[in-house]
């Protein structure tokens, strides 16, 4: 949970002072509905037991609709549903979270709120159910260990909708092709967000292990760790060293991406490299976060205050891409997964916002 304090603090950090009150009460905002929606339907959406047959939409064809106290201990997995439920809500409020960002600044409030209603019970939970939930990607043997792809990819692909259907901000991009830089209010705040994101990302992937009740989860909880930092570092290094190689300067804020780059990397398989493979598997995000901000900036004319569409997104795919370098998962099926989530979150928020 104290994830949405450090996307609450990042973004206040990035977006202009007169828009930071609007940021933070954005963030409360779509946790608390998240929380709600979650409860009222997505977790049993996206867990809906026994009763499903349908591989793809789960309330079709299903007996689905747990009551809200049906939430027991479940005593095959050794752990109880209300925990489950409570870890899981995090992580739709981590999806909603990333479009906050990227359209900051010109989203009222109303209706960011409405759609955070539509993606937090319905958008997140149906691609999540087809993963986590034993739907058709799971079928298949798309890996996703902590959500790459579920979470960020989800998140970065729906706010991509969002973006496009909502322009830039006014004088963003002159006529002429030029592009405004439209500079933060508070650099530190938004490094001291990156910083708590880190810290929360050892619960957000070590907690995906699910248990830590004996030698073997406990062992593997530990590697999660050491490898979501390793990655971590990596971004930051990876992004810090691109932009003084192309442009003469250390930029304070591609290193906070770049950080968030490498957490998300490494987040769709954290348990099965070496802490070098996730360092390396980091240090690419790192440089592919760079690129991916400065051509949607610059070159297609995409408007992200955060760059949340480049670290979720860009490098979510690359998250997935890369598991089979650690032998988790292959090329074809993790391929297969990254679009079909992409295309679901981009077509359900499009047709919702439009």
């Known amino acids: ?102 359209v900051a600044e010109r989203m009222k409030l109303m209706p960011f709120f409405l759609f955070a209603i539509v993606l937090t019970g319905f958008i997140y939970p149906v691609q999540g159910y087809w993963k986590w939930g034993g739907g058709w990607l799971d079928a298949i043997g798309y890996t996703d260990f902590a959500g790459s792809g579920v979470v960020h990819l989800c998140g970065a692909a729906a706010a991509l909708a969002a973006v496009i259907i909502l322009g830039p901000r006014t004088g963003k991009y002159g006529s002429d092709g030029s592009v405004k830089v439209m500079r933060g209010s508070n650099i530190p705040i938004a490094a001291l967000g990156a910083l708590i994101l880190w810290l929360g990302w050892f619960g957000f992937n070590g907690g995906s292990q699910l248990a830590i009740n004996d030698a073997a989860n ?31 300067k250390a930029d304070v804020t591609m290193a906070i991406n770049g950080a968030i780059a490498g957490l998300v990397a490494i987040t769709a398989a954290p348990d099965t ?43 979510g795919i690359w998250g997935i891409m890369a598991t089979p370098l650690s032998g988790a998962g292959a090329f074809g099926t993790q391929a297969i997964g990254a679009i079909s989530i992409f295309l ?3 077509i359900c928020t499009a047709g919702t916002l439009l």
């Open 218 to 248: 406990a062992n593997a909880v530990a590697q999660v760790f050491l490898n979501t930092n390793a990655s971590a570092a990596g971004g930051v290094i990876g992004a810090l060293l691109i932009a003084k190689v192309l442009t003469g």
């Open 1 to 102: 949970m104290w994830m949405a304090a450090g996307f609450t603090m990042l973004e206040a950090g990035l977006v202009r002072a007169k828009n930071v009150s609007e940021i933070v009460t954005k963030n409360l905002g779509l946790y608390s509905i998240a929380c709600v929606m979650y409860l009222v339907c997505g977790f049993f959406l996206m867990y809906p037991g026994d009763s499903v047959y349908n591989a793809y939409f789960p309330m079709i064809g299903s007996t689905w609709g747990m009551s809200l106290d049906g939430l027991t201990f479940n005593t095959d997995l050794g752990y109880s549903d209300a925990a489950d439920f409570f870890f899981q809500v995090v992580f739709v409020a981590t999806a909603m979270s990333i479009i906050s960002g990227a």
């Open 273 to 315: 490299p070496s802490g070098g493979l996730a360092t390396i598997i980091g240090f690419i995000g790192g440089i592919i976060v760079y690129f991916s901000v400065v051509f949607l900036d610059t070159v297609l004319k995409i408007d992200d205050p955060v760059g949340a569409i480049s670290a979720h997104g860009t490098v």
């Open 344 to 346: 679901w979150a981009f």
